[in-house]
C-alpha cells in the first residue's frame, strides 16, 4: 500500500517591509512596490561619492541651507511605492525645513532637490536613465551623473538638457546650492601613496 505525501503549504508571500529587513544591509530601492537590490558600487565609484558627500555636507551645515545625504532611500511616489536612492543627494530647507525632525526608521518621504549618481561598470545604462527620467517627473531640480574614467560630470537640468563639465572645469551648486564650488581636479584627484 502506497502513501500519498501531501505537499508542503507554500508559505505566504512576505511583504515588502519583511524583504527589506530579511535582506539587512543589501542597498536597494522599490520600483512600483518590487524589491530591487542594487549592484555593488566598485571602489573608485565608492570614494568619489563619499568625497563629493562631505564636500557638499560640510557646505550645506556651515550655510544652513539643508541636508546633504548619502544613500539616502527617497519616496518619490507614495501611490506608485517608486523609492530611489541617490548615490548623494540634497534637500533643501524650503523642502524640509531644519527644525523639523529627520524620520527615525523607514525611507524618507520626501523629493530630493539634487539628485548625483556615481557610475560604477555594474551600473545597467537603460536603468540609469530610466531614473532620470523618474527624478525629474517627481520635481528633482537638477542630476548630476558623475563618470569616474572619463573623469566628468554631466549636469542635468532636465532629461533632456544637459551639459558636461571637464578636468580643469568646478562643479558649481548653482541657485540649488547657492555658493558651493568643487573643482573636478580636487574631486578626481588620485591618493597620494605614503612613503615607506
Known sequence: MSVATLPEPKAPPKSLDEIIQANGDALYEVVDGHYVEL????????SLSSRLFL???VFV????LGQALSEAVF????????????DVAFVSKE?????????ETGDWRVVPDLAVEVISPND????????????????VRQVWIVLPREQEVLVFDSPTAHHTLTAGQDLDGGDIIPGFRLSLAELFKKPVAAEA
Open 39 to 46: 549592484p555593488p558600487m566598485t571602489v573608485l565609484a565608492s
Open 55 to 57: 564636500r557638499l555636507g
Open 61 to 64: 551645515e556651515q550655510h544652513s
Open 75 to 86: 519616496i518619490l511616489d507614495s501611490e506608485r511605492d517608486l523609492r530611489r536612492r541617490p
Open 95 to 103: 523642502r524640509w525645513p531644519l527644525d523639523r525632525p529627520l524620520p
Open 124 to 139: 545597467d545604462v537603460e536603468s540609469l536613465f530610466e531614473k532620470l527620467k523618474e527624478y525629474f517627473r517627481y520635481n
